[in-house]
T-cell receptor, first 115, second 113 residues
Framework: SAVISQKPSRDICQRGTSLTIQCQVDSQVTMMFWYRQQPGQSLTLIATANQGSEATYESGFVIDKFPISRPNLTFSTLTVSNMSPEDSSIYLC????????????FGPGTRLTVT | GQQLNQSPQSMFIQEGEDVSMNCTSSSIFNTWLWYKQDPGEGPVLLIALYKAGELTSNGRLTAQFGITRKDSFLNISASIPSDVGIYFCAGQLTTDSWGKLQFGAGTQVVVTP
């Protein structure tokens, strides 16, 4: 497995502002994923972030709203831009370890409230 | 969108009882994963399944990869209070090489003494 940390753990932000969430892993990983989990709901994939290439976004998510950086094999950031109350969610990063399996390990999440 | 049907949505059980939940889909999966999420935490991987028909245990947990590769179930035996949480199934489609996961809607488990 892997130890994954996220910063901040929670935040309360005003409408129209942006928040950058950091994800740090204790080992080098090929693939990192960003998810959104709305209150009482399941996990929805926002994008896949590979080191050295642009992130690949899922349907309904765009780079202007959720820009992602992946500068190295242990770190990624997700920015939630021009926030509205509908962006209030838990944002989770996950990693897929190098190797043949498809197991993903999750960070503790960032709880975002937009007022 | 979500391609996995997870049931039941919630379960209220007494301590010591067994719990069973399942996920079904019209799509074929290469991998089935079961996660548990406690309040305020990220999902924690419980069991990973890679072959059709595979039956895997992790303590009191047992999960199976359906023979058709379109379903999986998770059993919890002799439930205890710390089993409370939301359990998610997740599958990796045969058509996806990046390992993206599809998640079920979750099963909320409540254990009463």
């Amino acid at each position: 497995s892997a130890v994954i940390s996220q910063k901040p753990s929670r935040d309360i932000c005003q409408r129209g502002t942006s928040l950058t969430i950091q994800c740090q892993v204790d080992s080098q990983v090929t693939m990192m994923f960003w998810y959104r989990q709305q209150p009482g709901q399941s996990l929805t994939l926002i994008a896949t972030a590979n080191q050295g290439s642009e992130a690949t976004y899922e349907s309904g998510f765009v780079i202007d709203k959720f820009p992602i950086s992946r500068p190295n094999l242990t770190f990624s950031t997700l920015t939630v831009s021009n926030m509205s109350p509908e962006d209030s969610s838990i944002y989770l990063c996950s990693v897929r370890l190098q190797g043949a399996t498809y197991e993903q390990y999750f960070g503790p999440g960032t709880r975002l409230t937009v007022t | 969108g979500q391609q996995l049907n997870q049931s039941p949505q919630s379960m209220f059980i007494q301590e010591g009882e067994d719990v069973s939940m399942n996920c079904t889909s019209s799509s074929i999966f290469n991998t089935w994963l079961w996660y548990k999420q406690d309040p305020g935490e990220g999902p924690v991987l419980l069991i990973a399944l890679y072959k059709a028909g595979e039956l895997t245990s992790n303590g009191r947990l047992t999960a199976q990869f359906g023979i058709t590769r379109k379903d999986s179930f998770l059993n919890i035996s002799a439930s205890i209070p710390s089993d409370v949480g939301i359990y998610f199934c997740a599958g990796q489609l045969t058509t996806d090489s990046w390992g993206k996961l599809q998640f079920g809607a979750g099963t909320q488990v409540v254990v009463t003494p």
